[in-house]
């Protein structure tokens, strides 16, 4: 399996985050502390588990109604979408 696109509105402190992994695979994040590298790795487990740590309210941006994660994965030649709200 292999992540494609990670897409996250009002997820954490990512107001609007959209990342294309293109054909290289990603091996790590880096980043400054409170930058939502933290933040990306629950986003990826969220859209794949539909489970949080803490409530879901919690994970929508401070002051935002609602938020979602985007993946596109890849697994066996085959595209996978899936959204979680």
Request: no cysteine; hydrophobic share 35%; glycine share 12%.
């Amino acid at each position: 399996m292999r992540i494609k696109k990670i897409k996250l509105s009002n997820f954490g402190i990512h107001r609007d985050l959209e990342f294309v992994a293109e054909d290289k695979p990603v091996v790590g994040l880096i980043g400054k502390n409170g930058s939502g590298k933290s933040t990306i790795l629950d986003a990826v487990k969220f859209g794949l588990t539909g489970e949080l740590d803490g409530k879901l309210e919690d994970a929508v941006t401070f002051g935002r109604k609602k938020g979602y994660v985007e993946l596109t994965i890849e697994k066996n030649g085959e595209e996978i979408f899936i959204k979680r709200e």
